[in-house]
Nanobody, 125 residues
Framework: QVQLVESGGGLVQAGGSLRLSCAAS????????VAWFRQAPGKEREFVAA????????YYPPSVSGRFTIARDNVKNTVMLQMNSLKPEDTAVYYC??????????????????WGQGTQVTVSS
């Protein structure tokens, strides 16, 4: 099993920045891919960023590409999401996710079998 704990959410003005962190523990050696998703009230969970746990591959949807950056620290077993130029529509609960499925860096929530509890990000206009 892998446990994930997010931190770093909060309230920020539009145009500002936030950095989210996700601490992984347990069987971290089984992780192949990590990702961030978000879910706003009344909306489906949305893919935000993904990366191979050990490697340089990263993936983003057009809505955040160029503004968000996912990074890993394999020594500290953490995953970060740097969010710049935030917009009110970025407001959501952000979730860290991990997958032990080899060879797959998915963009769908069902591609990931481990989840954190979520952290709220609110962007005011």
């Amino acid at each position: 099993q892998v446990q994930l704990v997010e931190s770093g959410g909060g309230l920020v003005q539009a145009g500002g920045s936030l950095r989210l962190s996700c601490a992984a523990s347990g069987r971290t050696g089984s992780i192949y891919a990590v990702a961030w998703f978000r879910q706003a009230p009344g909306k489906e969970r949305e893919f935000v960023a993904a990366a191979r746990w050990s490697g340089s591959d990263t993936y983003y949807p057009p809505s955040v590409s160029g503004r968000f950056t996912i990074a890993r620290d394999n020594v500290k077993n953490t995953v970060m999401l740097q969010m710049n130029s935030l917009k009110p529509e970025d407001t959501a609960v952000y979730y860290c996710a991990a997958s032990s499925r080899l060879g797959q860096i998915g963009r769908g929530q069902y591609d990931y079998n481990y989840w954190g509890q979520g952290t709220q990000v609110t962007v005011s206009s």
